[in-house]
Every structure is written in structure tokens, then in C-alpha cells.
């Protein structure tokens, strides 16, 4: 089956520009999380949505970061504007439940460098 | 706060020896998963362990959840370079909570 798909894999962007972030889950898979991984860090939870809803969102900086899963399949991810502590690589996973011990299917994800 | 904290951050071993990298926390979790993360790529997924006591094998790899569902470890062994890379634990706090991941093991294994 075809993996979790992320674009683009790098981006450089200057602090203050807007940067959008797209992933597409694995087909059928109902549940679908935003990671942020800061270097040398473990990824932490942005978002998590089931089907089209969102679901947790406690920890999204809601102030510059927004996300949308239209028709419940793909989403985007966006930042604006960016600050240079944005610079991670955001994680796009997907599930097929929201409960119980589903392992997660990552992307390989979309390095952003804020200078 | 981290909720899990995993031990050691880095280590650099010699092919062939064996090795122990731990994941501890205050908090109980319904279940522990292990991931493997290579440069440039997601983690992905080495194994979920459920019960209490509970110890799985993957080849050379043993993991292990604590009795008190708080803590967990993996041990390598014999390890090969091709085991190189970043081992996480990550845990559901319960059957609703999305996974929350400790800060990793950066494993590197010298020929």
C-alpha cells in the first residue's frame, strides 16, 4: 500500500513569510496527526483530526499555525506568520482509529528552515 | 514537562555488542510503542506492547513493558551497523489520547 505523502520535503523561508505544509494519508485511514520535531527532540502533537473534525488541537500555536482536512482525506498545515523557532520537521501520521494501540504511519516529513 | 524520559540520549557502540536503552515514566500508559527513525525519514513503527510484564522479541530485538505499565525497555543484541538511527518510545495515556513521544536514543553502531 502507498505510504503517507508529504510536500515539499525541504523549504527555507525568511521569519515573518507564510509557509504550507501538504500531506495525503494512507487510504482509509481515519485519523490523521500534525507532528513538530525539533532537533533532537522526540515529535510533539500539533493536531490530530478524525475524518474532517478536529479532534486535539490544545497544543497548536493558534495565533500563526492553522490546519484543515478538507473531505477528510488530505490536509495542510500552515504557519504565518513564521518565527525562526518554527524551524522543525513537521510530521504528518495517519491511523485508522482514533482509539486503541494503532500503531502510527508516518511520512517522511517536511524539513522548514526559518531564517 | 517530558512526560517520558528515555535513557540514554546518545550511545556508540561496537558491532556485535549488546545493548539496553530505557523509557521511564511518573505516569501509566495503556500501552508503549517503540519507532525507529532514520536521517531524512518518519519513524516507523518496531512494536506495541500492551499488558503489564509483557516481553516481545523482533529477531535481536527484545522489548519489554513494565509490571506497573510505567516504564519500558529495548535490548539489542549482537548489534549491527543497519541498527544504526533514533529509537523512540511513545505511549497512549489511554485509548482516546494521541500518542506522546519521549525525546529519543540516538543509536550508533561502529564496524
Known amino acids: 500500500e502507498a505510504g503517507v505523502a508529504q510536500s515539499p520535503r525541504y523549504k527555507i523561508i525568511e521569519k515573518r513569510q507564510s509557509v504550507a505544509f501538504w500531506c495525503n494519508p494512507i487510504s482509509g485511514h481515519a485519523t490523521l496527526y500534525w507532528y513538530q520535531q525539533i532537533l533532537g527532540q522526540g515529535p510533539k502533537l500539533l493536531i490530530q483530526?478524525?475524518?474532517?473534525?478536529?479532534?486535539?488541537d490544545s497544543q497548536l500555536p493558534k495565533d500563526r499555525f492553522s490546519a484543515e482536512r478538507l473531505k477528510g482525506v488530505d490536509s495542510t498545515l500552515k504557519i504565518q506568520p513564521a518565527k525562526l523557532e518554527d524551524s522543525a520537521v513537521y510530521l504528518c501520521?495517519?491511523?485508522?482509529?482514533?482509539?486503541?494501540?494503532?500503531?502510527?504511519?508516518f511520512g517522511s516529513g517536511t524539513r522548514l528552515t526559518v531564517v | 514537562t517530558q512526560l517520558l524520559e528515555q535513557s540514554p540520549q546518545f550511545l556508540s557502540i561496537q558491532e556485535g555488542e549488546n545493548l539496553t536503552v530505557y523509557c521511564n515514566s511518573s505516569s501509566v500508559f495503556s500501552s508503549l510503542q517503540w519507532y525507529r527513525q532514520e536521517p531524512g525519514e518518519g519513524p516507523v513503527l518496531l512494536v506495541t506492547v500492551v499488558t503489564g510484564g509483557e516481553v516481545k522479541k523482533l529477531k535481536r530485538l527484545t522489548f519489554q513493558f513494565g509490571d506497573a505499565r510505567k516504564d519500558s525497555s529495548l535490548h539489542i543484541t549482537a548489534a549491527q551497523t543497519g541498527d544504526t538511527g533514533l529509537y523512540l518510545c511513545?505511549?497512549?495515556?489511554?485509548?482516546?489520547?494521541?500518542?506522546?513521544f519521549g525525546k529519543g536514543t540516538r543509536l550508533s553502531v561502529i564496524a
Open positions: 511513545a505511549g497512549f495515556l489511554s485509548g482516546n489520547t494521541p500518542l506522546v
Open positions: 501520521a495517519s491511523s485508522l482509529w482514533t482509539a486503541g494501540f494503532d500503531g502510527y504511519t
Open positions: 483530526f478524525q475524518n474532517n473534525g478536529v479532534v486535539d
